[in-house]
């Protein structure tokens, strides 16, 4: 294929068309084919199978009944996925004209975009195709540099873990603790189910509120799931960490959403994971952690919050220049080899600064 066919189908949106009816695909395709590239599957679970794999898909339209997963299966998957991509694509669900307002408005709580009625009008089902698939690419370039979630206005995972990155670099260089603590948004899929997306955005929104007015200024906060939210604490000891996922485990549950005039109670589990000092760490290892931590927690019959200290090595953490050279003038013991390479990172600074007289002179030479 050449640039310019490479181009042209670079250019067409992607649309993924959900049915179990071979005559619906068949009249899909024979509407939507030269303005865009298709994606077919026979039921829900092929469906999500195909979101999951192909990152180009702009738009989903869905039929409701079908075998394996159906329509409103669909949709609560997709909308409660952990991918931020996949939970914000464009749902265009495809009814009959036996299914009444009741069916819409159930779709429509469930987290739908729009709806088309079958049989399909070329012209209705191109400008819905391109009206999603054109909102749906406008929305990914306005955000590709973004980090901020739009519903929580906290990072998104993206920022969230950026920020992570560069957190840990810092206290990796001058040997300062981290802590994180992952809260989770306790019968995430059972409160989705009985209240649909609308209030579950509610409840979110709530949880975000609290744990932004919580950490500190230099504290970073993402959400990374749908009912997930993750909170960097560089140079935060485990004790005050501790506390700090205590008090906002009991704020949160102390306080009530009301949802048709009843109050609801709502609850979150944190996973605190603290490295002390000198402990190096990677994002892979402390997220790792977290989630270990965070599996205590949900396990725990007592506790909201599960804690996992991560050690540091003692020699480099208490490293003394002054104390080596004491132990190099006298008779007791050795310098371990830990000890000495970590002396040499510390003083690398200096060296670096020395003229070449200065080194020869340093080595004996």
Same mark, same amino acid.
């Given at each position: ?276 000092? &000198? /402990?190096?760490?990677?994002? $892979?290892?402390?997220? #790792?952690?977290? +989630?270990?931590?965070?599996?205590? %927690?949900?396990? !725990? @019959? ?30 007791? &013991? /050795?310098?371990?080899?830990? $000890?000495?390479?970590? #002396?040499?990172? +510390?003083?690398?600074?200096?060296? %670096?600064?020395? !003229? @070449? ?9």
């Amino acid at each position: 294929m050449d640039n310019t066919a490479t181009q042209k189908s670079a250019d067409k949106g992607c649309v993924l068309i959900a049915d179990d009816s071979k005559i619906v695909r068949a009249t899909a395709k024979k509407m939507l084919t030269p303005q865009f590239d298709l994606i077919f599957a026979e039921d829900g679970e092929i469906a999500w199978q195909k979101l999951c794999e192909l990152k180009s898909i702009q738009a989903v339209f869905t039929d409701l009944r079908m075998p394996n997963l159906d329509g409103y299966g669909l949709i609560k998957r997709i909308r409660q996925a952990d991918d931020e991509s996949i939970r914000q694509q464009p749902i265009i669900v495809m009814t009959s004209a036996s299914e009444g307002e009741g069916i819409k408005q159930e779709v429509l709580q469930l987290g739908a975009s729009d709806f088309i009625c079958k049989p399909f009008k070329a012209s209705e089902l191109i400008a819905r195709a391109e009206a999603h698939s054109r909102y749906r690419r406008d929305k990914i370039a306005l955000n590709k540099n973004a980090e901020i979630d739009l519903l929580t206005n906290t990072l998104n995972a993206e920022g969230v873990y950026k920020r992570l990155e560069k957190d840990i670099s810092f206290v990796n260089r001058h040997g300062e603790p981290i802590a994180l603590v992952l809260f989770e948004l306790d019968n995430t899929a059972a409160l989705y189910r009985e209240f649909g997306k609308k209030t579950m955005d509610m409840i979110v929104k709530k949880v975000a509120s609290t744990l932004a007015r919580a950490v500190r200024k230099e504290d970073s906060l993402g959400r990374i799931a749908a009912g997930q939210f993750l909170a960097i604490l560089p140079v935060a000891k485990a004790d005050g960490v501790s506390l700090l996922a205590q008090r906002i485990c009991s704020a949160i549950k102390a306080g009530k959403v009301t949802i048709n005039q009843k109050a609801l109670q709502i609850s979150v589990s944190a996973g605190v994971v603290a490295a002390l000092h &000198g /402990s190096e760490r990677n994002a $892979e290892q402390l997220m #790792a952690s977290a +989630k270990q931590a965070l599996a205590l %927690a949900k396990n !725990s @019959e007592t506790d909201s919050f599960g804690l996992i200290k991560l050690e540091g090595q003692p020699a480099q953490s208490a490293l003394s220049i002054d104390k080596l050279l004491k132990t190099i003038g006298s008779d007791e &013991g /050795s310098i371990a080899a830990s $000890e000495l390479a970590a #002396a040499v990172d +510390k003083l690398r600074p200096l060296v %670096a600064m020395l !003229s @070449e007289a200065q080194k020869q002179r340093l080595l004996g030479e």
